[in-house]
């Protein structure tokens, strides 16, 4: 039997090391995107139930001097979380390689310059329609022009390189994949495009109305040619592609058609305080305890590789006895 490395990088039974650490700051949204949250009757973490900025920038430190270099902060929505800034300076004087925040950009435009001051190396931004009437469906509330234009102060911020994020729902937004495309052409951005996957608030998730990566990679490589810029071992979730012709790039997140466990080095933290090392599972190592209860250091690191070591080898959503995770991915973060 494997017995569970107590020092080095945070590793699991499958070899998999994780440098990737994704930290939700907040189960609130400002949104209510349709295959993500309810529209209505959500219940929201009590504030006291929340980390704070002391107790996530402890754990970052911990997790930094095992090995993880890639920081994603998330959410809810991360810019509803108030002084924001404030955190991403104490989390930047760790020394990241990476410290990315992934944002629906609807209060962006407002604090690009002082995240990028405080240290925030970029952001990811959230759009699925580049149609106006489309977006608001999707998204419940926000408007399309509040976010381009957040794209736009992002990049004179220095916030780059700047990427859009579109999840593909069949019908519903699929006939904007070469709107996408000419987007990221136009604007140099890299679009990506993720497939639907079950963790929507509603559970009405259907393998028929996902959009699978190959189909957007044939749609898109029959106008403009597309040449692999990853190979299928690197770690990061999209497979990245540039434009033939050497204007733009576009990814493609197909986590449901072609999963990409085996390389998987990602773990979350919940805005609650729990570890979680799948978006898909419901094993959950709860930190918060430990930092409200004098843990030390040495505590902290030991949760962390129990948690990485419980990993499984895959997300098993194709798998006949798949079960959704029980808990909403705006607690848990996206
Ligand atoms: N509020 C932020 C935002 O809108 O980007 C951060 C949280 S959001 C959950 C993070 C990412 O998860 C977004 O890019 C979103 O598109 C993606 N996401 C959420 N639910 C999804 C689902 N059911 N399938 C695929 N992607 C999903």
Known sequence: MQTMPLYGRLVDRYGRVHNDLRIS?????????????????????????????????????????????????????????????????????????????ITNGTELAKVAERLASAGLHRVNVSCDSLRPERFATIRRRGNLAVVLDATRAAEEAGLTPLKVNVVLQRNQNDDEILDFASFARATGRIVRFIE????????????????????????????????????????????RFRFADGIGEIGLISTVTEPFCGTCNRLRLTADGALRNCPFSDDEHTVRDVLRNDGTDADLSLLLREAVWAKFPGHGINEPDFLRPARSMSITGG
């Open 25 to 101: 700051v907040t189960d609130r949204c400002n949104l209510r995107c349709m295959y993500w949250m309810p529209e209505q009757g959500l219940a929201f973490l009590p504030t006291k139930e929340l980390l704070t900025f002391d107790e996530i920038t402890r754990l970052a430190q911990v997790a930094r001097t095992l090995g993880v270099t890639a920081l994603r902060i998330t959410g809810g929505e991360p810019l509803v979380r108030k002084g924001l800034p404030s955190l991403i300076a104490r989390l930047s004087e760790i020394g990241f390689d990476d410290l990315a925040m």
């Open 196 to 239: 639907y996957m079950p963790l929507d608030a509603e559970g009405t998730w259907d393998r028929d109305q996902l959009v699978p990566g190959r189909e957007v990679f044939e749609r898109v490589s029959a106008v403009w040619p597309l040449e692999p810029l990853t190979e299928p071992t690197d770690a990061a979730p999209a497979e």
